[in-house]
């Protein structure tokens, strides 16, 4: 995969007639994610707890928004941020978990032709998942190792940990770009990826703080297809030396 991705920039032509563009742009996003935390799911269907009927819907809605830098070496450094949530429910009761996370991100832009722009990317931060189990029963007190839910009532668990993400953008740039001036206006992309939200605790009872270790440590593992809207600024570069059929 690394070889193919190095393959393909060599051989990407820009569009660009040897000038580097620099900039920045930033954008918010809105789409679809396929949620799968199998080792948390197990562990709330015991007898105890939800019961095995339970199913944490699959299909997750997700929203964020990130910020790039375009350097003249192509390279892209930026930030993001994104969160989405799931539930579940049961005769016995109902759970809702809540994941978002941050992060720092890179990119390579292969090329920038027809005002399309076209870069993988990749970020890596940390995140917070919130769990609510609600007890529905009316005469069963749910217990969590050495924390109680009484019927009718509910507890809150958090968890924090790593995060991964990885995908690849299309952006299309809604404004013509000029030499020697500054080129601003609305970008809109579409992006397809995945997300690992990793926990590295074990989960914290909000109301007390105590830990609760026979949950599994948060683990999902979510891709994903996204829309965006942006605003971008660019500056196109005359580069000294004749560029090569891959460079700006």
């Known amino acids: 995969m690394v070889r193919m991705l190095i393959i393909l ?13 620099r900039g920045a742009f930033c954008h918010a ?3 679809a994610g396929v949620h799968f935390s199998p080792s948390m799911q197990r562990d709330l269907r015991s ?17 964020g928004g990130s910020a790039f830098a375009l350097l003249t070496n192509r390279m892209l450094l930026g930030a993001s941020a994104i969160g989405y949530s ?9 759970v809702t978990m809540l994941i978002a996370g941050g992060f720092l991100k890179a990119g390579y832009l292969f090329s920038f032709r027809h005002r399309v722009m076209s870069y993988p990317y990749i970020g890596l931060g940390v995140n917070g998942t ?3 189990v609600s007890n529905g029963t009316e005469d069963e007190t749910f217990l969590v190792t050495n924390h109680r839910i009484a019927p009718g009532r509910y507890s809150r668990f958090l968890s924090r940990g790593v ?7 299309f952006e299309y740039v809604l404004f013509p770009l000029e030499q020697r001036r500054t080129n601003r206006g609305a970008i ?21 703080g105590g830990a609760v270790p026979l949950l599994a440590q948060a683990l999902s593992f979510s891709p994903y297809v996204r829309l965006s809207l ?19």
């Open 130 to 132: 919130l769990l609510k």
């Open 188 to 208: 809109i992309g579409v992006q397809a990826g995945a997300l690992i939200f990793a926990g590295i605790e074990d989960w914290q009872v909000m109301s007390e």
């Open 86 to 94: 799931v539930t579940g429910a049961t005769g016995r009761g109902q």
């Open 47 to 63: 007898a105890s707890l939800l019961g095995k009927e339970l199913q944490v819907n699959r299909l997750a809605l997700l929203g």
């Open 29 to 31: 996003y809105a789409g």
């Open 230 to 248: 942006g605003l971008g600024a660019f500056n196109l570069v005359r580069m000294r030396t004749r560029p090569r059929s891959f460079m700006f």
């Open 163 to 169: 995060n991964l993400e990885a995908g690849y953008s």
């Open 9 to 21: 920039a060599l051989i990407t032509p820009s569009g660009l007639n040897g000038q580097a563009v």
